[in-house]
């Protein structure tokens, strides 16, 4: 009872003028630095901390709060529009979403992107609200084995993205596990294929990779169609707003998307992009007509956007009630917790119980701001489609190196970019899909530190791998996931000569 | 109410900045005329990236500075991506006091480890700020009740428990422990060291059974230690924190002479004049002398270790000495 009380209580807070004012801010923060590739969330955060020294901790907590999921909101806009994700969790969006645009349904994809965003940062929200502290225990079974078979499994779901070879899907994953390997190795301290170049020390920026891989290689395939004579500005079909059809295809996959994404989110260590690859998967997985994904498919966009919201939600599960943070991003914010001399923890909830429930339901209150800030723009962002391609793809080159040059200050990731430009176009031309090898970056630190960390408390014993009733379901789902891989091809082209 | 005078405050703050300004020209100008000051803005170079630890200090710092008028010109903070890369851009200017650096533990240790290739002698230390000492904890109902269990049973067996820990090989949380052990004996080159990516990772994993130990941060384990999901038995401190750590112990009490920290320090590029050492020595001894300073370092669970430039020299030597022994045994020396 005391809870629901505090939890009303926390309206009224959240409410009041001064942190509306701030919400305000950190979410019209977060759409603006969402939308440049490279400066996302994290580094608007680390940048504004100083600025909150000295302010009273709530309404400084929900404007970084609201910075955190409005770049969620904003990352969409670019990915969409020009094919370069703001931030990496919308990598999946672009897949989509720039065929819609291209294809005159760019208003649409906005909408959706907007409305998907709504309903799953609003959906991980209550989740948040209702059930964060028994899954924060459930979380905390998840060790290196556990983590492990997650790992593989979400590789498993390599082959949705191959759209028929699964060689070139493997092709395309494992040069992704490979550039994952760049830089030093956490466990024993050695630098792997940084090829004397120190600036590789840290291995190679996702953002980087997908910058390159998306836009890069977008401005590459103008180019040639330029030579061909087939370069043609995209137009505005139909209505700005969705048709009942793509409003009844998405519905689906924006609930689906909001609890993959909520689920992997409070795991910690894992985050939003991998949500949005498994939200993605399991969409094209589930649907009738996976042909149409990669081309426009409205619920291919919805899935993904719905994920990382909620996976936004999600990873403030671990942060708020153990204090671990779910993604890099908060972990800036527990930066900023400890700053204000808070410790988040199990006994937060009680002891501050003004502060928490303020924090989670200014939420809310953030998602119809950026909701209400969001649709209007839409009007105003399609006109980017007008802009001659010769000129759009100059901006989407300086936007691409301002956003590769901002992480690191480092003028190596400029030509990082264009390499992997050249390696997206290159993909494109023999048919190889790009996704999975995002995926093998994302995922392969995770699963290499985690298998290594494994073996160093096992002493080498493979068998811990499968020692725990979870990671025993992983596996199972594992090899289930392989089997369907391989099986459903064969089922269809058996099908498919039964009815020639 | 906190509103109005927060606003109030900021009114009053630049007023006061002015007069600081003004008061703190005067005392310069009156103390020595030889005495060299910042005539460009200041770049603070920090090897990490902006919200890591290092450059919320440094970006603390700033404020610092430019708050109380400490510093009378702007002051800018400069991310390098990596620690061979920022001093190699560090010492691009070198002889320039208006460069400097707050950076870490790393500047001693990554050059022995081979992971950076400028050596601290090629910089220049102004001086040592705060240390932050690592503790040791376990889960509550772990067997493991004091820092003697745990090391009876490393000395048993050296591979009988796993030690997580967050960063890489070679920090501070891998050599306080890794020091305890080698002190008493245990053949530490095969001691079980599960590197996580952060410390909270490290922690959630003694949390959920999945390695015995934690080594940390104080301030990284405070939370928990209240909440009695963990147990702290030792911390590598010449002395017992304060509250809440004054009931855990140090090293040295059960005759293990070890004192490690996590310690961060300011300075600028090598060929530095002794006026502009002298310059930064006063105002980093003003720094650590403000309220906001000392409540920072106790909300943080740190120390400050303020040295001035001379000390600070010895105690990197010193700092050298012992590393180069840790991390012989661990198997960890630039061969």
Known sequence: MDTFYSMLSGFAIAAEPTNLLFLFIGALLGTIFGIMPGIGASTTIALLLPVTFGMDPLPALIMLFGIYYGAMFGGAGSAILLNTPGTASSAMTTLDGYPMARSGRGGAALAMAAIASFIGGTLGIIALSLISVPLSTFALRFGPAEYVMLMLFALSTVASFTGGSVPKGAISACLGLLIATVGIDMQTATFRFTLGIPELQNGIPLIVAIVGLFAVAEVFRNIEDWFRGALSAARIEGKLWLTREEWKRSRGAIGRGSVIGFLIGVLPGTGGTIATVLAYSCERAVSKTPERFGKGAIEGLAAPEAANNSATAGSLVPLLTLGVPGSGTAAILLAAFIMFGIQPGPMLFQQQPDLVWGLINSMYLGNIMLLLLNLPLIGLFVRILYIPPGILMGIILVIASIGAYSINNSAVDLYLILLFGIVGFGFRKVGIPIPPLILGIVLGPTLEQNLRQAMIISDGDPMYLVSSPISITLAVMLCAALILAVAIPVVRRRRELRTC | ?335
């Open chain 2, 1 to 335: 109410m906190t509103e109005q005078m927060n606003r109030k405050t900021g009114r009053c703050r630049r007023l006061a900045r002015a007069l600081a300004a003004a008061s703190l020209g005067l005392a310069v100008s009156a103390g020595a005329a030889l005495a060299w000051e910042p005539t460009e803005p200041i770049e603070i170079m920090v090897h990490s990236k902006p919200g890591s630890s290092p450059d919320v200090l440094a970006r603390f710092i700033q404020h610092i500075w430019q708050k109380d008028g400490l510093v009378n010109v702007p002051v800018t903070i400069n991310n390098q991506p990596v620690i061979s890369v920022g001093f190699a851009w560090l010492n691009q200017h070198e002889g320039n006091p208006h460069k400097l650096t707050v950076s870490s533990t790393s500047t001693v240790v990554a050059p022995l480890m081979g992971t950076s290739d400028v050596p601290w002698q090629d910089l220049t230390p102004i001086s040592l700020l705060i240390s932050e000492y690592i503790v040791l904890g376990v889960a509550p109902d772990s067997e493991l009740k004091t820092a003697q269990d745990f090391i009876d049973s490393l000395k048993k067996n050296p591979k009988s428990l796993s030690i997580g820990f967050g960063g890489s090989r070679g920090n501070p949380n891998n050599t306080a422990v890794a020091l305890a052990a080698m002190k008493a004996g245990v053949d530490i080159a095969n001691l079980k060291f599960v590197i996580y990516s952060s410390g909270a990772e490290a922690r959630i994993g003694v949390m959920g059974g999945h390695v015995d130990a934690v080594s940390n941060a104080a301030s990284g384990l405070v939370g928990p230690m209240v909440d009695k999901t963990l147990r702290i038995i030792a911390v590598s401190a010449p002395e017992r924190l304060t509250a809440p750590f004054q009931d855990v112990p140090t090293w040295r009490e059960i005759g293990l002479d070890v004192v490690d920290s996590n310690w961060r320090w300011i300075g600028g590029p090598g060929g530095l004049t002794d006026e502009q050492i002298a310059f930064w020595e006063d105002v980093v001894a003003k720094t650590v002398q403000t309220p906001e300073w000392k409540e920072m370092v106790e909300s943080n669970h740190a120390t400050t270790t303020y040295l001035n430039h001379q000390d600070t020299l010895k105690f990197f030597e010193e700092q050298e000495q012992s590393m180069t022994a840790v991390l012989q045994s661990l198997d960890l020396l630039k061969k």
